[in-house]
């Protein structure tokens, strides 16, 4: 333990002391973390291995309580910080900027052998997903449909896509009925949708987009009529209400090291291209730089 | 007449039917080894088959990359022997010192029985306890931060209950004779100890050892909760740098939703089935080495 002890106190002097090539510490959302490696990765080519930046990804909430609780620069964050979170950051002293870097879409969906379900509407989700639901066939969401089991698939409750959709569909974020099959990978709801005919289900859009062959994709409705999710709705805001910023959290003590400046800028230099090659979809030109103003009205400040 | 048929029942000697029983359990048992080997078998040809092909020295030689075709295991390969050496470092010490206390020494009160229970229990707590209470006391509390240290420390508790009780087992196998006979030539307790009942167990200790080890390096909930990290571009330099490990590495690539990243997970299963058959051949060569001196 004295051992343990005194080598832990190097290790401190060094971080302290590594300042500028010290390496930046990113933590949060899984859904972020493609993007942010990816741009993690261009920039140790870039700056040819002087700055040394890690990711990890213990989720949305798992990040904030690192952010702020001083461990982290940078936390990925698949929806905006919560009450809870800003507060603990305050009573922390942390200050942060928040900067969007991308859309991601919530694809609803179905199996492919399905061929009566085409589009529903958010009250007919939000009749299937509510807390305490009794809906258990499609006949129940619609009389006309069959009457056949309706057996649904989701993510569980420590991803943000299920605080995303039950805030928007339920309006209350974690608020859904909990009968139905869960898994953090969504893989596994790839797999379950795909292999069951009665199956409904939701999930990021870049798992849709890697399986299109296998699934069928449900259009919402939110009033306007039916809109299947793609890039271009996703980022015009059209497929409402399920497609979502995607956001960094930086640090504003952290912004002082010029290696976190520069890392946040080439993030907002490079996202455009890296974000659509991972499997997102970028914001419009003028989302970037509105997101740079905001920096640099941070760096001023 | 009924008489003499009571007597030949009695002795029935019923030879097929005891020869069938002992048949159908033979093949019983036999098919249950089969069940094992089989599932085993299955997964690995599953592996190797997805993965064989992207095994290539780029591959382990590479950091991770967006790129499923550029991404290698080289950083949670070496965080994984960091973690994996330390670990056993820590814990092999400490298992068989408290296996010697507990079985040489320990008087038998309620003290040592509240002991021996707890360690039983602790061998059946889900790793992510282990995870949440390496976060509070290492990384927090001793400050070591999100280290290849903390963790190993993390995992070193997690495996330490396993080890004592392997060690334990093989310390009470040592017959009692062999101890009396060293005690009747003079020899103290630690004498004892060291000189006999250590070298006859040390077979069992290092069979307990491989088993909890091969534990010690699959486990990924401890090591995410204490911040293990998912992309790291370099090797730990030293015991207080960050780190990821292969599972955590593999982890990430089958959750992501490119088919490529599947491929390269199955890849890095390789990869860790082979640090771990690597281990324990160590072991099983130290096993032989030991058994070979008696």
């Known amino acids: ?301 | 007449m009924s008489n003499v048929k009571a007597t030949v029942g009695r002795f029935e000697p019923r030879r097929t039917t005891r020869y069938t029983i002992g048949q159908v359990f033979r093949t019983i048992f036999l098919l249950a080894t089969c069940v094992g080997i089989a599932a085993l078998l299955v997964l690995l040809l599953d592996v190797l088959n997805e993965g064989a092909t992207h095994l290539s020295w780029d591959f382990i030689r590479s950091y991770p990359s967006r790129f499923a075709d550029r991404a290698g295991i080289w950083a949670a390969l070496i965080g994984s022997i960091w973690v994996l050496s330390l670990t056993a470092l820590f814990s092999f010490p400490l298992g068989i010192a408290t296996a010697i206390w507990l079985e040489e020494y320990a008087p038998n009160s309620w003290l040592t029985r509240t002991i021996q229970m707890n360690i039983a229990n602790l061998a059946a707590v889900p790793s992510i306890v282990y995870g949440i209470l390496g976060l509070a006391v290492f990384v927090r509390w001793l400050e070591m931060g999100r280290s290849v240290l903390a963790g190993s420390l993390t995992l070193t508790l997690l495996i330490l209950p396993v080890m004592i009780i392997a060690g334990q087992e093989a310390i009470r196998a040592v017959p009692t004779s062999i101890r009396l006979g060293s005690y009747a030539l003079g020899a103290t307790r630690w004498q004892t100890v060291r000189r006999q009942v250590l070298p006859m167990a040390m077979p069992g200790i290092l069979t307990g050892t491989i088993l909890a080890l091969s534990r010690a390096v699959g486990e990924t909930a401890p090591l995410i909760i204490i911040g293990a990290l998912a992309f790291v571009p370099f090797v730990p330099d030293g015991p207080l740098d960050s780190f990821t490990v292969l599972p955590i590495q593999i982890f990430n690539w089958i959750s992501r939703p490119q088919p490529e990243f599947h491929a390269i997970a199955a890849a890095g299963i390789l990869v860790l089935l082979a640090v771990l058959l690597t281990f324990n051949l160590i072991a099983v060569l130290l096993r032989n080495r030991y058994s070979k001196k008696l």
């Open chain 1, 1 to 301: 333990m004295v051992i343990a002890a005194i080598l832990a106190g190097c290790g401190n002097t060094g971080d302290s002391a590594g300042g500028v090539a010290g390496p930046i510490g990113v933590d949060g959302s899984s859904t972020v973390f493609p993007i942010t490696e990816a741009v993690a990765e261009e920039f140790i080519a870039e700056t040819r291995g002087e700055v040394r930046v890690t990711v990890a990804l213990s989720g949305t909430g798992g990040g904030f309580r690192r952010f702020c609780g001083g461990e982290t620069d940078i936390s990925n964050a698949s929806r905006p910080i919560s009450q809870t979170e800003i507060d603990a950051c305050a009573s922390a002293g942390i200050g942060y900027v928040e900067l969007p870097v991308a859309y991601d879409g919530l694809a609803v969906l179905a199996n492919l052998g399905n061929d009566f379900v085409e589009c529903l509407t958010v009250d007919e989700l939000r009749q299937i997903w509510a807390p305490g639901s009794t809906v258990q066939s499609w006949s129940q969401v619609r009389p006309e449909w069959p009457d056949q089991p309706l057996r649904l698939y989701g993510p569980g409750t420590n991803s943000g896509t299920f605080d995303y959709f039950t805030e928007e569909i339920t309006g209350e974020a974690g608020a859904s009925r909990s009968d139905y099959t869960a898994s953090e990978d969504d893989n596994v709801l790839v797999q379950g949708v795909s292999g069951d005919g009665n199956a409904l289900g939701y999930f990021g859009f870049a798992y849709y987009a890697e399986n299109r062959d296998r699934l069928k994709l449900v259009a919402v409705d939110s009033g306007s009529g039916c809109v299947e999710p793609t890039p271009e709705t996703i980022e015009s805001g059209q497929y409402a209400p399920l497609s979502r910023p995607l956001m960094i959290y930086v640090k504003e003590s952290a912004l002082e090291s010029p290696a976190v400046q520069s890392f946040v800028q080439f993030y907002l230099d490079v996202a455009p291209q890296l974000v659509a090659e991972v499997g997102y979809v970028p914001l419009e030109a003028n989302g970037y730089d509105e997101a740079r103003a905001r920096l640099a009205q941070a760096l001023d400040g």
